[in-house]
């Protein structure tokens, strides 16, 4: 049972940057392979997938609204999945979710929250202009 904990939200003035955290318990890198995702939901909005990355080679998937904004890495010795947020806009105001899930990151599928398994309960992220 792979579990996940996020941290590292909080309230940033609009150009600033936040890193999160997603500390995965369960589990390590070497056991099997994860598409592990960061996703967001902000009051009235659907789920959107923001970024990804596959243990199995490290390749990595962004949304285009945070492309050029945002990056997603992994400390395989902390098994803790991370989101550097930079550049930090209003409309990235969210609560920010942690996923991971026994599938390829690739054809898309890292941008549905269905083929997650295990996810995180949040951290809020709030930009203000």
């Known amino acids: 049972q792979v579990q996940l904990a996020e941290s590292g939200g909080g309230s940033v003035q609009a150009g600033g940057s936040l890193r999160l955290s997603c500390a995965a318990s369960?589990?390590?890198?070497?056991?099997?392979?994860?598409?592990m995702g960061w996703f967001r939901q902000a009051p009235g909005k659907e789920r959107e997938g923001v970024a990804a990355l596959y243990t199995g080679n490290g390749r990595t998937y962004y949304a285009d609204s945070v492309k050029g904004r945002f990056i997603v890495s992994r400390d395989n010795d902390k098994n803790t999945l991370y989101l550097q947020m930079n550049s930090l806009k209003p409309e990235d105001t969210a609560m920010y979710y942690c996923a991971a899930g026994k599938v390829v990151c690739s054809g898309g599928y890292w941008g549905s929250g269905r083929y997650y398994t295990y996810w995180g309960q949040g951290t809020q992220v709030t930009v203000s202009s």
């Open positions: 369960g589990y390590t890198y070497s056991n099997f392979q994860l598409c």
